[in-house]
């Protein structure tokens, strides 16, 4: 028909995080290209980072036989969207469940002598709000600033 527009197209909505629904099927698949191999074994630099117990930890201070840091990008709160391109991250969606697999399975690393660190870009504020409401036992750090990751 002459003179009728093509309606725009409807504006996508920003999937929101929600840690009680499956995962989107067709998230892409984190693949390692081994760019930390040099990694395991290395001292880690002496430097503090702020605490989920309002306190400041040096990891290259800690006295354990072991000590497990794990890092993740970011941590989602329920019903806030995700930023962004976020489910075209390889492995950005699967924050929340490793935390809770350190969680779930952080008595089990202590009594093989490991002190666990989770440690995120966040502020300590936000990562106390995901501490609490995940009952995370050990300390989750901030490295806000970007020391650790430079």
Not at 87 to 110: N, S, V, W, Y
Request: aromatic letters at 6%.
């Amino acid at each position: 028909m002459v003179g009728k527009r093509p309606r725009p197209a409807a504006a996508q909505a920003q999937p929101t995080f929600d840690p009680s629904q499956p995962l989107p099927p067709n998230l892409p698949v984190p693949v390692d290209d081994g760019a930390c191999k040099h990694l395991p074994g290395l001292a880690v630099p002496s430097m503090k980072l702020r605490s989920t117990r309002d306190r400041w930890v040096d990891l290259a201070a800690v006295d354990a036989p072991r000590i497990v840091v794990y890092c993740y990008p970011r941590t989602g709160r329920p019903g806030e969207p995700l930023p962004p391109g976020w489910d075209a991250i390889p492995g950005a969606r699967g924050c929340t469940p490793e935390t809770c697999g350190f969680r779930d399975h952080h008595k089990e690393l202590q009594e093989l002598g490991a002190e666990v660190f989770g440690l995120s870009t966040q502020t300590t504020d936000y990562q106390k709000e995901m501490v609490e409401r995940l009952h995370v036992p050990f300390e989750v750090l901030s490295d806000a600033d970007l020391a650790f990751v430079h």
